[in-house]
């Protein structure tokens, strides 16, 4: 019967499109980069298509490049820590608000999500310069006799982060309370839980994995972010997506600059992968 | 080619659908074994039975979203199976409604006459029509989400048969309405289907809505067709255990046959031609067990529990022949108490042999 | 459910601060009469968006990513919606693979992917140009038009789709006057946020945008590499005014929290 034959190719037939896209504009690429890694450069003899390791043996030996992968993965660190401490009470609140204080709020916070994250990191370079508006309010408020410095600086970079990260983190744990029965409280309250019980007993426990997903989210595009460190943290702090962009289109060391990224990459892939693998098993039970 | 196929069957008078040898397998599951089926025209016919017996399945080759393994399937004396879903001009209302949500009851109803090319003025004429017959007159305008349960039930109603089909398919049409309704419902159901005279297949796990509404009940267990037949005569001799228990309460007592017409069942020695001798099981209903006068001969068991039930009290109890649960009417007369013992008695016929082997 | 106290007030407050603070700064500073940075002390001034207009490039360049946002998402959202249809029915080998990568621009960083389309696009002649802008943003918002289309395609009731075959419907039909209509708020809210993201893509654009096809975002990220004045200011300014403007648009339209955490049906 034709219609069983259809039926069984109809799920390749649909995503075949898609799939060729895929595969030619995703898998092949990044197999050129990768093979890129391996070339031969030169100053003045430009990409030669050698198989080398020497790029490889540069990003792993040379202390510059091992520097500016630990500040990237500490960047990442600090941020999705903040976003911990500063998202979750906030998901919390906003979970606890009636639905229109609440869906105006989520405005306020999902909103600068679809704002050009250039506009955004504008806004705190304007911020955090050293006649912005904070160093100027620290020191009228007289908390701070000389102006802090902000800017390329590790910090600066890391608050610019929290402000274009925070929403992701806030978006998985408030999707995670909304699944909580909302008499469980009451429940607790029934049986004689304080309020901090009740939080560390009954409602961090459901939550944890919407925590740890958002974190996983939060730290691959915090490692991986480019425009708020080179804004901020310009050319004097440079962070690994940096560092492949100028290898990229300053020295035009293309094979450098594809191993770097590569690095970025499986870096960030048995990160993820790793903490997702672990989620999974530790939370399967809360999942479903 | 169906079209024409369709309206030759509004007007010849022996339409009939007839299922023959129909199987389908899930891997190593058998889900409809070898089924065997004919139905009259304009005959309610239920496929009744627990879920996973298969009743689905058959009501969906039936339809052609699920592909037939073996077997055949013939409206009318022709083939269906080869015919595609959408050329079979059945009428089919789903447990779920599956109105389309983003049309409104006239757009919903109207749609099938679409499919058929059918003139506008024609087709708001049959429309009106079948929403006139299914008592939503009014109603045109409204989306399905802004009903209520019995409402959309009449959409659905009116959008399968509108089409005039050869054949109406009803998946557990009335699981998702509350109990009252239901009853209501079940009464239109027949009602409508009686007055417009569509051959109707209906699925149901539901026993009071397969005895209420069939002709015919085909009762279904494991893929099988366990027994075929009128309500009252499937509900009064239960050719299985399975049927006996799962029509009704029925009590499964063992008694031994002496190989010469008759059986004993504890006291209780009754005329039953057809019995072996050795070993033997009857069904028999809790409102057929009475308690047998001082002089008769009776079956002897002892009262474990009562329920009170508004009309009736159920009794729980235990003898010889097996654990037994009997029904007393709420007539006044004094009920027997936890504890005590009791002489029960039934006529050969309120009992069903069960065929040997069989179990519950 | 139990009200905020008093400190859960004043921590949400100091929260929406700090995430309104530099967009604030910026619409604040772009009215400033002064040539430099500065608070409009001495009253608002529109100098700097007039500016705007003696620099042809923002224009162009806006003009360019609108065109860039419209393409991608459209054409992303053509290869969603099968996609979707397929991993959200049908049990197939390779279904969990095949989503993983469909999902995957989302998790790879842009910086990489940025570098992948460089290298690729410069061997294949397409380096800088915007048939190469176009193709590589495909890729980068498919995930957004899937996981909307998805969510929506999960939500339809197949048996409703039977119906209508029942009533003699084919497969064209269905699809058009049953499926897409189903799927339809997640393919307009699928496309939306494929168009905004495309918009916004500056990582990944800044490696393959030439000076003769470049995005806004990307233009910008120039400018300030640069130096940092009004006149980038009013740009922005005007940008977060339009985002404003969009999701005021789209609350209405759909709610935001649907929008975002994807769990809503049409």
């Not at chain 2, 959409?155 to 009853?183: F, T």
């Not at chain 3, 998790?107 to 294949?124: D, E, K, S």
Request: with cysteine; proline share 5%.
């Amino acid at each position: 019967m034709s219609a069983a034959v259809t039926e069984r190719n109809a799920p390749f037939l649909l995503t075949g499109p898609a799939l060729l896209v895929f595969l030619g504009l995703v898998i092949i690429p990044l197999g050129m980069t990768v093979l890129l890694s391996f070339y031969d450069w030169g100053q003045y003899k430009g990409i030669v298509p050698e198989f080398t390791l020497k790029n490889w043996i540069e990003v792993f030996t040379d202390s510059y490049f091992f520097e500016i992968f630990m500040r990237t993965f500490r960047i990442a660190f600090l941020v999705t820590l903040a976003a911990i401490v500063i998202g979750v009470p906030e998901a919390y609140i906003l979970n606890r608000m009636s639905p229109s204080w609440r869906s105006a709020f989520l405005l306020v916070i999902i909103g600068p999500l679809l704002v050009s994250v250039v506009a955004r990191t504008l806004g705190w370079a304007l911020l955090l310069g050293s006649t912005g508006l904070v160093n100027q309010g620290l020191m009228s408020l007289g908390l701070i006799a000389t102006p802090l410095e902000f800017m390329f600086t590790e910090t600066g970079v890391v608050i610019a982060l929290i402000h274009v990260l925070i929403p992701f983190m806030i978006l998985a744990v408030w999707a995670s309370l909304q699944r909580l029965d909302p008499q469980i409280e009451n429940a607790a309250l029934s049986l004689g839980a304080g309020r901090v019980t009740i939080w560390r007993r009954v409602i961090l426990p459901q939550i944890v994995p919407g925590i740890l997903s958002g974190s996983i989210i939060v730290f691959a595009l915090a490692a991986s972010a480019f425009a708020s460190p080179a804004i901020i943290g310009g050319r004097r702090l440079k962070v690994a997506s940096t560092l492949a962009y100028d290898e990229f289109l300053n020295t035009l060391n293309w094979p450098l600059g594809a191993a770097i990224a590569t690095l970025l990459l499986v870096a960030l892939v048995l990160i993820t992968v790793g903490s997702n693998r672990l989620i999974e098993r530790r939370y399967a039970q809360v999942f479903e | 080619m169906l079209r024409a196929l369709h309206y030759e069957t509004s007007k010849t008078s022996m339409s009939h659908l007839v299922l023959d040898g129909l199987t389908k397998r899930f891997g190593s599951f058998t889900a409809v074994d070898a089924m065997n089926l004919s139905v009259e025209r304009g005959e309610f016919v239920s496929l009744l039975g627990p879920s996973g017996c298969g009743k689905t399945t058959t009501l969906q080759m039936i339809a052609g979203f699920v592909d037939v393994d073996h077997g055949g399937i013939r409206l009318d004396g022709a083939d269906l199976v080869s015919v595609a879903p959408n050329k079979r001009g059945l009428g089919i209302v789903f447990q779920s409604y599956a109105l389309f949500p983003h049309m409104t009851v006239a757009e919903n109803i109207a749609f099938g006459l679409e499919m058929r090319d059918i003139a506008k003025a024609d087709r708001d004429r049959q429309t009106l029509a079948a929403m006139e017959l299914v008592g939503l007159k009014g109603f045109a305008d409204r989306y399905p989400r802004r009903m209520s349960g019995g409402q959309q039930q009449r959409v659905a109603l009116a959008r399968a048969l509108v089409i005039k089909p050869a054949l109406l398919l009803l998946d557990e049409p009335l699981s998702n309405l509350d109990a009252k309704l239901r009853e209501e419902m079940q009464g239109e159901l027949r009602q409508i289907q009686r007055s417009v005279g569509t051959t109707t297949i209906l699925v149901t796990h539901d026993q009071h809505e397969a005895m209420a509404l069939s002709d015919r009940i085909v009762l279904m267990n494991q893929g099988r067709i366990e027994q075929i037949g009128a309500p009252d005569q499937v509900y009064d001799h239960p050719a299985s255990a399975f049927v006996a228990s799962f029509l009704g309460k029925t009590n499964v007592l063992s008694g031994i046959g002496d190989g010469q017409g008759a059986a004993a069942i504890g006291g209780l020695v009754l005329p039953l031609p057809g019995a072996g001798k050795g070993p033997l099981q009857l069904a028999v209903r809790p409102e057929r067990l009475t308690f047998a006068g001082a002089e008769e001969p009776g079956l002897e068991a002892r009262i474990l529990g009562r329920v009170f039930q508004g009309t009736h009290w159920l009794l729980t109890a235990d003898s010889a022949a097996g654990a037994l649960t009997l029904m007393r009417g709420n007539d006044g007369a004094a009920v027997p108490a936890e504890g005590e013992t009791v002489r029960l008695r039934f006529s050969a016929a309120d009992a069903a042999l069960l065929p040997a082997g069989a179990a519950a | 459910m139990r009200r905020n106290g008093p400190l859960a007030l004043i921590f949400h407050g100091l929260f929406v601060v700090f995430m309104l603070a530099p967009l604030l700064i910026v619409c604040v500073v772009a009215f400033t009469p002064e040539g430099y940075l500065s608070l409009p002390t001495r009253g608002p001034s529109l100098r700097w968006f007039k500016a705007i207009f003696d620099y042809p490039e923002f224009i162009r360049a806006f003009r360019d990513s609108l065109w860039l946002a419209a393409l991608s998402s459209t054409i992303a959202i053509m290869l969603a919606v099968p996609a979707a249809l397929a991993i959200a029915r049908y049990r197939f080998p390779g279904r969990e693979a095949i989503t993983a990568l469909f999902m995957s621009p989302l998790m790879v960083p842009h910086v990489v992917l940025g570098i992948a389309f460089l290298r690729f696009f410069t061997q294949i002649g397409i380096s800088g140009t915007f048939v190469g802008l176009v193709l590589s943003h495909i890729i980068v918002v498919i995930p957004f038009a899937l996981r909307l289309v998805l969510a929506a395609s999960y939500g339809i009731d197949r048996r409703i789709e039977h119906a209508a075959i029942s009533l003699g419907a084919g497969t064209a039909t269905v699809f058009r006057r049953v499926t897409l209509p189903l799927i339809l708020p997640g393919v307009v809210s699928g496309w939306l946020l494929a168009a905004i993201n495309s918009f916004d893509e500056v990582t990944m654009t800044v490696f393959i945008a030439s000076p003769a096809t470049v995005t806004l975002p990307v233009r910008m990220f120039l400018y300030i590499q640069d130096n940092i004045d009004p006149l980038i200011a009013a740009v922005s300014a005007c940008l977060i005014a339009m985002t404003a403007i969009l999701l005021f648009a789209l609350d209405r339209l759909f709610g935001l929290d649907r929008l975002f955490v994807g769990s809503g049906k049409g």
